[in-house]
């Protein structure tokens, strides 16, 4: 390879992570600390924790979820009634105000795994494609811990 290939390839090659970059920059969104439990089988759905912190100047809003590992994710809310019996639903889309972050953990909202395509297996990780409604959208990378995690420090 010559010498100008090989600057050229250079020259794109730093274009091309300026532009990550400046992507990463434009959606200022930043996610921490995501999680999962290891599941049994795929008969029951797995579910993913998160806080979803807005570090922009405009409110983002959370419309949707799409992983390989499940083919029903969605976000669900955990909520309580006055007898103590436990339900979940669908929380419908999430909006997070400039500055603001929103907690995915357990007994609250959460990212429900419904239809597992494969097992939730200790040790291992999915990515999870968060969706705003503006088109945007952010990759994690979700560990999966043992099947009584507690949160990411085990």
Partial sequence: MNVVMKSLIATTVII??????????????????????????????????????????????????????????????????????????????IEISPGDAVALEPGGLHAMLMRLSRPMVEGEAFSLTLVFADGDEVIVEVPILGIAARGPEG
């Fill in 16 to 93: 091309a992570g300026f532009a990550a970059t400046a992507k990463a920059e434009e959606l200022a969104v930043v996610v921490e600390e995501a999680w999962s439990r290891a599941s049994i089988g795929t008969n029951r759905p797995g579910a993913a924790y998160m806080t979803i912190r807005n570090t922009g100047d405009e409110t983002k809003v959370l419309a949707g979820l799409r992983t390989d590992l499940a083919m029903m994710p969605e976000i669900h809310l955990t909520s309580t009634n006055e007898q103590g019996v436990s339900s979940m639903s669908p929380a419908g889309e």
